[in-house]
C-alpha cells in the first residue's frame, strides 16, 4: 500500500476561527433572519458550523438547509460534472439563499448550487466560501465572500477530504 503523505499545516485552526468571525462581521449586516444558509454536503458542514454559530453570536440567526452534492468522489481532480445526492429540505421560494462551501476550485460546484437555488426561485443568491484555490481561467460565479485564498495545493483539514478521510483535522493541510 502507498505511503500517505504528512498533512502540512497551512492555516492553524486559530486563524481558522479568526476568518470566521470576519466573515460573519461582514455577511450579518447584509443577511436577515429569513436568510437561508445552504451548505454543500459534505465538506462543507464544518464550516457552516462554524459560520452559523459565528452569525449567532452577532445576533443574526439565519435559517438552515443543505444541498448534497459531490464531483470528486475519492479522486484530487473533479470529474467535471456534479452528481446530486440531495435537494433542499425546504423550498427556498422567494428566499435569500447563503451557500456556503468549504473551498472554491473549478467552481462547478458553487456554480451548480447557484443554478439549483435559482431554479427554486430564490429571491437573492449569496455564495461564501471558506477558502479559494487559484484557477488559470475566470470562473462565473465568484463567490461574493471569499475567508482565504488558499495557494493551488490538495487541502485537507476543515471539512476538506482525502478519499473520506482527514476531514475531521481543525487545521486546514496540504496533501501533496
Ligand atoms: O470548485 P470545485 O472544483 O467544484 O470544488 C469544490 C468542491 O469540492 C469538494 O466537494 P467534493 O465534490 O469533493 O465532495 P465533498 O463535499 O463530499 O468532499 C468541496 O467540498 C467543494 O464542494
Ligand atoms: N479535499 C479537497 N477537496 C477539494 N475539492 C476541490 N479542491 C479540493 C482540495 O484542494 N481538497
Redesign the pocket.
Same mark, same amino acid.
Given at each position: 500500500m502507498a505511503d500517505t503523505p504528512t498533512p502540512i499545516v497551512l492555516l492553524p485552526e486559530s486563524e481558522v476561527a479568526r476568518i470566521v468571525a470576519d466573515l460573519a462581521a461582514r455577511i450579518a449586516p447584509v443577511t436577515d433572519d429569513e436568510t437561508v444558509a445552504a451548505v454543500l454536503l459534505t465538506?462543507g458542514l464544518w464550516f457552516a458550523a462554524d459560520l452559523t454559530r459565528a452569525l449567532s453570536r452577532l445576533g443574526r440567526n439565519v435559517r438552515f438547509d443543505a444541498l448534497w452534492l459531490a464531483?470528486?468522489g475519492d479522486e484530487?481532480e473533479?470529474r467535471g460534472r456534479i452528481d446530486v445526492y440531495a435537494p433542499f429540505q425546504r423550498p427556498v421560494a422567494g428566499k435569500t439563499v447563503l451557500i456556503l462551501d /468549504?473551498?472554491?476550485?473549478?467552481g462547478l460546484?458553487l456554480a451548480e448550487a447557484v443554478r439549483i437555488a435559482k431554479e427554486g426561485g430564490a429571491a437573492r443568491v449569496l455564495t461564501c466560501v471558506f477558502?479559494r484555490?487559484p484557477w488559470p481561467l475566470p470562473r462565473a460565479p465568484e463567490p461574493d465572500f471569499v475567508g482565504w485564498d488558499?495557494p493551488n495545493?490538495?487541502?485537507?483539514g476543515y471539512g476538506? /477530504?482525502?478519499a473520506g478521510a482527514?476531514r475531521g483535522l481543525p487545521d486546514i493541510c496540504a496533501?501533496d
Open positions: 465538506g464531483s470528486y484530487k473533479s /468549504d473551498v472554491f476550485d473549478t460546484s477558502a484555490k488558499a495545493r490538495f487541502l485537507v476538506l /477530504d482525502h482527514l496533501l
